[in-house]
């Protein structure tokens, strides 16, 4: 991503999610970080929490399940901290249930990532295959 990356929350969500139906959680991170980085401050913890939860999934991608546990838990501790808000129409308490779920499982990659993109928006599953299709 270019240091002067600046998504919208909406850009940052429509692109991670993008990003994770291709497979690849870690361009997610990277989306989710750059709108850490330039969003307000009262929104800190459900940027980078939800940059760790894609880590995490990149690191179970990986082969590294501890790596991945440690941080989808961290994750998940973050975005709860954010509070039960439900912005950007994000399902925060099943992104986190979802988290902490595969933290503690034996999920094959693309499953964890597919399950975790569910969670974050769960109303758009077939608007985004349909994209996915016409690319």
Sequence with gaps: MPDDYAPSAEEAVRAAIGHLDDGHPFLAHEVFESRWKCGPAEERDLWQGLAQICVGLTHLQRGNTTGAAALLTRGADRVTAYGTREPYGMDLAETVGVAR?????????????????????????AETAGRTAQR
């Design 101 to 125: 779920t595969l933290a503690g499982s034996a999920t094959a990659a693309a499953d964890a990532i597919a399950a975790i993109r569910r969670a974050l928006r769960p109303g758009t599953a």
